[in-house]
């Protein structure tokens, strides 16, 4: 017989069966699709050799105009602005203690003190630094104290405890998101208190880095699940840590979610960097600054801060989580609603609570739990106005969704969606695979990003036996075709002001569709990457077949690697659910790489069944492979 070429349709497909999905790919890891074949993708490298504190869910990039590239990190623990490859702590006070607010205590032989605050508000982990204190007496002199400190162990509201340190900013001894003090320990003279000048400054709160839920009889709305089934729910006060921003101008305003709204001053910015304030604390602030959101962002085409599930103008500090407010055109400093100005409010019509808001070219989406409402621009006197547009969607969580161009794109709790004039649900090839092994209790951690040098929308999410994100799964809109993989990123932001995307994992910011190799340690590792088809046959799979040989087509055009190559198995099995019987792996590679690409010519194998598959696997130090059209030389074997 002639030989057979090898032309599988592009993306993945585990809707079905492997035997039913004949002529397709089912399965892939660290591959995507261009053109409609299979590719390796790019590798990463660290930013820079600097890491930061906490694990970032937030990253928004923005220009000055002295050309000064700013990156916004923020973090369960920390809020910083990257420049240079430092990280400067902008974390916002949350108190400072008058003069004489709080006083020390030491144990003889221990690093642990204890401090007497009489209403520090403080959590364990919180971070406060501390100035104005005398030495104890001993080791812990002075300068030991007078620095900034993680709290330890909150002992009541009036005390808490943390260890001392040599003198060191905790920048300088964070390594790989962990702080790695060197102790001092007390002695016999460290009898004082530190004086009767210490004054504490706290950071604001810090928040959690998974979700805590709570479940029972009755949790959730009417109707929710099974009759008498428990259902888990968030519990109160132990939220996520979610960060939104976006940039004022040169400035920046940022949000914690459900809590406070902060403004950063570029211009007030000095060596180390100002930390932001509150919004309500600036100079000229009205009285009715929104105190706390869900999210907020600024609408770029007039210059409008927009607080949306935040407080109202007549009962500042109580949240209303369908409020939408913003502040009069192009001053943050006004949100009070005059005939003389363009602040105001709109209150979303339908669902519990605002989850999460995204701006396009044209309009401001706005998600709550049931519901997707638009809201654009009229100019004065309404400023702005909103409508409804469906009432029958659902959002995994506050990261789920993402614009690109005038198109949204979203991960609900079992489909995706995308709007581009109406809402759609998205034909999704992997649906089951995904939400099938998905942790449902951590899925505010689902994050969306584009990488649109390749036209994909990148959805990391949590599986269903992991509290942290571990997988992804991808939708090509150029092709409009689905593949998925394993990759630890929390967070993901596209090219633009950064040459590449950028992605956060365990304290450090990587570049990503940089080389072909796994940059994250020194020296660099392979990604492993594979993709396997579904099974093929001849005819109705009545006959046997007869595997004789291969001929390859495949490039390694662009690879790091010395010695590319690329792993050609080809599996065979009698029955759809039966177990493969005979498998064969052959190498190919290159060979030469002038005047043209060579690599291996043809490998024999000597294989039976009624179907195969065919599975490329790589595992290689900067290997890049990409596949054509390979044949195979494939023989009826009769019946038996």
């Given at each position: 017989m002639p030989l057979t070429k090898?032309?599988?349709?592009?993306?993945?497909?585990?809707?079905?069966?492997?035997?039913?999905?004949?002529?397709?790919?089912?399965?892939?890891?660290?591959v995507r699709f261009r053109f409609g074949t299979p590719e390796k993708i790019g590798g990463w490298i660290k930013r820079?050799?600097?890491?930061?504190?906490?694990?970032?869910?937030?990253?928004?990039?923005?220009?000055?105009?002295?050309?000064?590239?700013?990156l916004g990190v923020g973090t369960h623990l920390k809020y910083y602005i990257e420049e240079g490859g430092g990280y400067n702590d902008a974390t916002p006070?949350?108190?400072?203690?008058?003069?004489?607010?709080?006083?020390?205590?030491?144990?003889?032989?221990?690093?642990?003190?204890?401090?007497?605050?009489?209403?520090?508000?403080?959590?364990?982990?919180?971070?406060?630094?501390?100035?104005?204190?005398?030495?104890?007496?001993?080791?812990?002199?002075?300068?030991i104290l007078n620095q900034e400190?993680?709290?330890?162990?909150?002992?009541?509201?009036?005390?808490?405890?943390?260890?001392?340190?040599?003198?060191?900013?905790?920048?300088?001894?964070?390594?790989?998101?962990?702080?790695?003090?060197?102790?001092?320990?007390?002695?016999?003279?460290?009898?004082?208190?530190?004086?009767?000048?210490?004054?504490?400054?706290?950071?604001?709160?810090?928040?959690?880095?998974?979700?805590?839920?709570?479940?029972?009889?009755?949790?959730?709305?009417w109707g929710r699940g099974t009759w008498g089934s428990s259902t888990s729910l968030t519990a109160t006060g132990a939220t996520l840590r979610i960060w939104s921003h976006d940039n004022f101008g040169e400035d920046l305003v940022f949000c914690i979610r459900d809590a406070g709204i902060f403004y950063w001053d570029k211009s007030a910015k000095s060596a180390p960097m100002a930390r932001a304030v509150r919004l309500n604390e600036l100079a000229g602030a009205d009285s009715t600054v929104?105190?706390?959101?869900?999210?907020?962002?600024?609408?770029?085409?007039?210059?409008?801060?927009?607080?949306?599930?935040c407080d109202s103008e007549t009962d500042v500090g109580t949240q209303d989580p369908l409020l939408i407010r913003f502040c009069s055109q192009a001053d943050p400093t006004t949100w009070q609603s005059l005939p003389t100005n363009t602040a105001g409010d709109l209150r979303v019509s339908s669902g519990s609570e605002i989850i999460t808001a995204v701006e396009t070219k044209q309009q401001i989406l706005v998600f709550t739990d049931v519901s997707l409402h638009a809201m654009q621009f009229l100019g004065p006197p309404f400023t702005f106005g909103i409508t409804l547009i469906s009432k029958n969607i659902t959002i995994v969580g506050p990261l789920g969704a993402i614009a690109v161009e005038d198109s949204v794109f979203w991960m609900g709790s079992e489909e995706f969606y995308v709007y581009s004039g109406?809402?759609?649900?998205?034909?999704?090839?992997?649906?089951?695979?995904?939400?099938?092994?998905?942790?449902?209790?951590?899925?505010?951690?689902?994050?969306?990003?584009?990488?649109?040098?390749?036209?994909?929308?990148?959805?990391?999410?949590?599986?269903?036996?992991?509290?942290e994100v571990d997988k992804y799964v991808i939708y090509n809109y150029q092709q409009r075709i689905w593949y998925i993989g394993s990759l630890e990123r929390t967070v993901w932001l596209d090219r633009g002001i950064n040459s590449q995307p950028t992605a956060a994992k365990d304290g450090y910011l990587y570049s990503h569709e940089t080389g072909f190799s796994d940059g994250s340690?020194?020296?660099?590792?392979?990604?492993?990457?594979?993709?396997?088809?579904?099974?093929?046959?001849?005819?109705?799979?009545?006959?046997?077949?007869?595997?004789?040989?291969?001929?390859?087509?495949v490039t390694f055009e662009g690879t790091e690697a010395d010695n590319p190559l690329l792993n050609f198995t080809l599996k065979?099995?009698?029955?759809?659910?039966?177990?493969?019987?005979?498998?064969?792996?052959?190498?190919?590679?290159?060979?030469?790489?002038?005047?043209?690409?060579?690599?291996?010519?043809?490998?024999?194998?000597?294989?039976?069944?009624?179907?195969?598959?065919?599975?490329?696997?790589?595992?290689?130090?900067?290997?890049?492979?990409?596949?054509?059209?390979?044949?195979?030389?494939?023989?009826?074997?009769?019946?038996?």
């Open positions: 090898l032309q599988f349709r592009p993306g993945i497909n585990k809707e079905t069966t492997s035997f039913a999905n004949e002529g397709g790919w089912f399965d892939c890891d660290k820079s050799g600097s890491s930061f504190l906490g694990t970032a869910r937030a990253l928004h990039a923005w220009v000055a105009i002295d050309g000064t590239q700013f006070l949350r108190e400072t203690t008058a003069s004489g607010g709080a006083t020390f205590s030491a144990t003889n032989g221990s690093a642990v003190i204890t401090v007497t605050d009489s209403n520090h508000g403080a959590v364990a982990g919180d971070f406060v630094t501390f100035s104005g204190a005398a030495t104890l007496g001993g080791n812990i002199t002075a300068d400190y993680q709290i330890d162990e909150i002992v009541s509201t009036t005390q808490y405890k943390f260890s001392a340190r040599t003198v060191s900013t905790i920048a300088s001894i964070t390594d790989d998101n962990q702080l790695n003090p060197t102790a001092v320990l007390a002695n016999s003279s460290d009898s004082g208190n530190g004086g009767s000048s210490v004054v504490a400054a706290y950071q604001v709160n810090v928040g959690l880095d998974t979700t805590v839920s709570g479940n029972g009889w009755g949790a959730g709305t929104p105190t706390k959101a869900k999210v907020v962002l600024v609408s770029d085409r007039d210059r409008h801060i927009i607080a949306f599930g109406q809402v759609q649900k998205l034909p999704c090839t992997v649906k089951d695979h995904v939400f099938n092994d998905f942790n449902t209790s951590q899925a505010e951690k689902v994050t969306a990003g584009v990488n649109s040098s390749f036209g994909e929308i990148w959805w990391f999410y949590p599986s269903a036996n992991s509290e340690t020194e020296p660099a590792t392979a990604i492993s990457s594979h993709i396997e088809s579904s099974q093929l046959d001849i005819g109705d799979g009545e006959n046997f077949v007869f595997l004789k040989r291969v001929i390859p087509d065979t099995r009698n029955f759809p659910g039966g177990k493969y019987l005979q498998t064969e792996t052959k190498e190919v590679s290159r060979s030469s790489t002038t005047p043209v690409e060579q690599f291996t010519d043809q490998v024999h194998i000597r294989l039976r069944g009624r179907s195969f598959a065919l599975r490329l696997e790589e595992s290689v130090i900067g290997n890049r492979w990409r596949l054509g059209l390979p044949r195979i030389d494939i023989r009826p074997d009769g019946r038996r």
